[in-house]
């Protein structure tokens, strides 16, 4: 199963606006995807539970992918973080 790990870059790290953003992006894609930070493991397609990540700003996540699209879709993933999540750096 495909995974990437990255820092979260933007100041607020992954609550509200960012977190709706990831998992906006996340349901873009039929691969079933999960991020872990720490030691919580939740579906990156579900808002209440990448919320309850509590992932912060410089704060570690890996995600896994599974199916067709797995690739395509950890990129996607990846290029939003470098991105600030549209936020302002």
């Known amino acids: 199963m495909p995974e990437i790990t990255f820092r979260i870059k933007n100041k607020v790290g ?21 991020v872990t930070c720490g030691d919580k493991t939740v579906n990156a ?4 539970n990448v919320l309850t990540l509590g992932a912060n700003q410089n704060a570690e996540i890996t995600l896994h992918a599974e199916g067709e699209d797995a690739d395509v879709a950890l990129k996607a993933m990846s290029d939003l973080n470098d991105a600030f999540f549209g936020d302002p750096e």
């Open 14 to 34: 992954l609550h509200a606006r960012p977190a709706s953003v990831f998992v906006r992006e996340a349901t873009k894609y039929k691969s079933t995807i999960t």
């Open 45 to 48: 397609k579900s808002i209440l």
